[in-house]
């Protein structure tokens, strides 16, 4: 239920590559909510931590940072590099890191008029009442031939196998974690982009959307 007074949450989960950050940011330019990519919030806490010289890996210290952090500064083109997304999963396995970067991304989700949040556990921890949760699949090989077109479109080079077994690597580590896994809501739509575009991805979303808002 939304109502002036409630914000609209819209959850988008799924692993890398598969397509929900398209998704959520069409679904927030449609519906004129805030965009909150959480994955960003764990790739700066590693980065802050590399800049700083410090350990990945001392919980104490990343949490302190992680709630530090200035969510409205976010830049996705310095936080995209692939180091820093793997950095970013090895910080996200630690309980006190993630309920720095929860609280953060919760008070984000209640800003009116609503958001749209895309993460690992947005559905099952983050937001587990917003309006509708989505979890965005595709199969490995498409999620790194995706990847694998994005580098070598922006003038990068890149080795597909390599891409893969990274993507692979960075699946186990998010789905096999003790604290929040990378897993579906019970009640999330499955969208399995393997075959659709992200067009039809969208347009599939927007109408379990729209009919959400009507109940
Ligand atoms: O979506 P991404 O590649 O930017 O995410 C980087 C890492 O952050 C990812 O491997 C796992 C972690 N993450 C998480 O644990 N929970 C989230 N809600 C978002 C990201």
Redesign the pocket.
């Known amino acids: 239920m939304t109502s002036d007074q409630t914000p609209l949450v819209i959850a988008v989960d799924g692993p890398?590559a598969a397509g929900k950050g398209t998704l959520s940011r069409r679904l927030a330019a449609h519906y004129r909510l805030n965009h909150l990519?959480?994955?960003?919030t764990?790739?700066a806490t590693a980065k802050a931590l590399i800049d700083r010289g410090l350990p990945l890996d001392d919980e104490a210290v990343a949490a302190r940072t992680a709630g530090g952090l200035d969510l409205s500064h976010l830049d996705r083109s310095v936080l995209s590099a692939h180091e820093i997304?793997e950095a970013?999963?090895r910080v996200?396995v630690m309980p006190q890191v993630r309920t720095a970067l929860v609280e953060a991304q919760r008070g984000f989700s209640q800003t009116m008029p609503g958001a749209v949040l895309d993460?690992?556990?947005?559905g099952t921890v983050v937001c587990p009442d917003a309006l509708i949760k989505f979890y965005v699949t595709a199969t490995p090989e498409v999620r790194a031939k995706r990847r694998f077109d994005e580098i070598t479109g922006n003038g990068g080079s890149a080795d597909l196998a390599s891409i893969q077994a990274d993507i692979e690597k960075?699946d186990a580590r998010?789905s096999e974690r003790a604290d929040s896994p990378l897993r579906p809501a019970a009640d999330a739509h499955l969208l399995d982009t393997t075959e659709m575009g992200i067009e039809a991805a969208f347009e599939a979303a927007r109408r379990l959307v729209d009919a959400a808002l009507e109940h």
Request: proline share 0%; no cysteine.
């Open positions: 890398a990519d959480t994955g960003l764990y790739r997304g970013a999963s996200a993460g690992r556990d947005i960075r998010d």
